[in-house]
T-cell receptor, first 112, second 115 residues
């Protein structure tokens, strides 16, 4: 069974700083996708970024980028120039042939 | 384009009752998945529907059921409600099921409280 582990329950940084959220996963599948979702207090789950396992190049979306280490089964999210609006729960997720599996989440607070 | 719409947003029920939650996917999306989110268990997969057929099911008791209609709208039903069913229920849609090449888009969820 696939598992996703986020080892940082909470993180807090100052506005404009760079922050990295960690995620590791376990799977025996070779074709899969990895995602980072953001859930602000408004509770809607928003897709931040996704990575296809067969692509070696790390995905980037504006201030958000990932460090995908396939051999280590690691998938961290880097947020550059953090903004107050980045305050939210962040979930790492894995999807292979079946269902989407989520980690426990990291609560990120951006302080002014 | 309208997003995923879940109704109602809030629901209060008592133990032993049953409840039906509704989800309208993004136009053109044919795959709908349901998740239960609680502080203790996090996000857990309930089931996935595609073309009116249940494609996948999570580890939930038979009290949890769902269906999908020909217009891709989906409902989930929970019978004989228990206190532990209190949760945020999230619905997500995608163009088709599969290993993530069609990412899931989530609704705002239905907050279910059991008294």
């Amino acid at each position: 069974a696939q598992t996703v582990t986020q080892s940082q329950p909470e993180m807090s940084v100052q506005e404009a700083e760079t922050v990295t959220l960690s995620c590791t996963y376990d799977t025996s599948e070779s074709n899969y996708y990895l995602f980072w979702y953001k859930q602000p207090p408004s509770r809607q789950m928003i897709l931040v970024i996704r990575q296809e396992a067969y692509k070696q190049q790390n995905a980037t979306e504006n201030r958000f980028s990932v460090n995908f280490q396939k051999a280590a089964k690691s998938f961290s999210l880097k947020i550059s120039d953090s903004q107050l609006g980045d305050t939210a729960m962040y979930f790492c997720a894995f999807q292979g042939a079946q269902k989407l599996v989520f980690g426990q989440g990291t609560r990120l607070t951006i302080n002014p | 384009k309208a997003g995923v719409t879940q109704t109602p947003r809030y629901l209060i029920k008592t133990r032993g009752q049953q409840v039906t939650l509704s989800c309208s996917p993004i136009s053109g999306h044919r795959s709908v998945s349901w998740y239960q989110q609680t502080p203790g268990q996090g996000l857990q997969f309930l089931f996935e529907y595609f073309s009116e057929t249940q494609r996948n099911k999570g580890n939930f008791p038979g009290r949890f059921s769902g269906r999908q209609f020909s217009n891709s709208r989906s409902e989930m039903n929970v019978s004989t409600l228990e206190l532990g069913d209190s949760a945020l229920y999230l619905c997500a849609s995608s163009l088709s099921p599969g290993p993530g090449d069609q990412p899931q888009h989530f609704g705002d969820g239905t907050r279910l409280s059991i008294l």
